[in-house]
């Protein structure tokens, strides 16, 4: 199992299997990351990951549509396209 803090929502933290989609374990766990479509088209769940960025799965291009390179850059990236296989802490 691993570990997904959600810093924005009081720091919880939860347990995930690895390679969750970490919108899906947000929802599923009630873990704050704001929403609208869940597919890469709004860029409502963009998050930043402030810890455990090495556990992050590849930048996907609908990431690249809402987000800047400055942002990419700085750690953010879209909940609902990104898969975690180790322990990361977010905030939104």
């Known amino acids: 199992m ?3 803090t959600f810093l924005s ?3 919880k933290t939860v347990d995930a299997q690895p390679n969750s989609n970490l919108l899906r374990v947000s929802l599923r766990e009630q ?3 704001p929403f609208k479509c869940g597919g890469g088209l709004c860029g409502t769940c963009k998050c930043k990951v402030e810890q455990g960025r090495e556990n992050t799965d590849d930048i996907k291009q609908k ?3 809402h987000l800047s390179a400055d942002e990419l ?4 990236r879209m909940a609902c396209q990104t898969f975690v296989n ?3 802490s977010v905030s939104w």
């Open 2 to 4: 691993i570990q997904i």
């Open 9 to 11: 929502n009081g720091g």
């Open 31 to 33: 873990g704050g990351i």
């Open 63 to 65: 990431e690249r549509r």
């Open 73 to 76: 850059a700085a750690g953010y």
């Open 86 to 88: 180790g322990n990361v």
